[in-house]
């Protein structure tokens, strides 16, 4: 088994995300007290197309939810581009931090129509003041952007969000959350919810919209194939640390198999 351990450090120096010395407990001080970080690291430098597995319970979600705020750790420091946000909420993350959930409706306003979700985010940061809420000149803007998705959206423009279909829903979220542009981009399962059809239109967009604007990223996945194929850089994580961190020369000798042996092997240990 590979680098097992709480640390995942690869890369060099001027690491632009970093997660250190993180410690939570979840129900600390009761019966259904669940320790997880125990100085737990993890660095990620500028541009990086990150691919994270793991089992259930393996901390994959926790990390993200650490990241962007919605988890408070009981001690360590979260650093996103030099910056310290450990005690920033989880809106103020929101402002440099995007992220599409597992759900297609977490990430969009269903009873607003595209145009307005579009222009929410566009203004995403900015004062709001007695203006109208989308002016002509980003109209345009906004149905060029929806073209590139290639899912006829731009036709679609003053339909309301909650009438779209998932995948049309998750392409939008996915879009709209790099609108702006954001120091992070993090991907909580984002495919998960999708026929497979959707999946591989999504993660192609994905794949796409990330090497257009060279944002850095994190990608939790069950999916072991998106894992490999996609991202310079695979960790696996089980029981709060990481077994696997294969940078993009090694990640490039890896396949579903190896990933699928380690899970076996982890099994194993685990008396499973």
Do not use: W
């Not at 599409?100 to 940061?125: H, R, W």
């Not at 803007?141 to 309301?160: A, I, N, P, S």
């Not at 960790?235 to 294969?246: I, K, Q, S, T």
């Amino acid at each position: 088994m590979k680098n097992r351990n709480n640390e995942s450090s690869n890369g060099s120096a001027g690491h632009y995300v970093q997660l250190q010395h993180i410690y939570k407990t979840f129900n600390k001080g009761s019966i259904n007290e669940v320790p997880l970080f125990h100085d737990f690291n993890l660095t990620v430098d500028k541009g990086e197309f990150v691919t994270v597995v793991g089992s259930n319970g393996s901390g994959k979600t926790t990390m993200l939810n650490v990241i962007c705020g919605s988890t408070q750790i009981d001690d360590g420091s979260i650093i996103v581009n030099g910056k310290d946000v450990s005690q920033l909420k989880e809106h103020q993350r929101a402002s440099f931090i995007g992220r599409v959930f597992q759900d297609p409706g977490k990430g969009t306003c269903p009873s607003l129509t595209i145009l307005e979700n579009m222009s929410l985010a566009d203004n995403k940061g900015r004062p709001y003041g007695l203006t109208p809420g989308i002016k002509k000149r980003r109209r345009d803007q906004y149905c060029t952007l929806l073209e590139q998705l290639k899912l006829g959206l731009e036709d679609k423009t003053d339909v309301k969000v909650g009438s779209l279909s998932g995948g049309q829903r998750q392409a939008l979220a996915l879009l709209i959350s790099t609108m702006v542009p954001v120091d992070l981009l993090i991907l909580d399962e984002h495919t998960a919810a999708l026929d497979p059809r959707i999946s591989e239109t999504i993660m192609e967009l994905t794949d796409r919209l990330i090497a257009e604007k060279g944002v850095t990223t994190i990608m939790v996945t069950h999916n072991l194939r998106y894992a490999v194929e996609y991202g310079n850089r695979l960790l696996m994580m089980h029981e709060g640390g990481f077994v696997l961190d294969a940078s993009e020369d090694e990640k490039k000798t890896h396949e579903v198999s190896d990933l699928l042996d380690l899970f076996n092997e982890i099994s194993i240990e685990c008396g499973n």
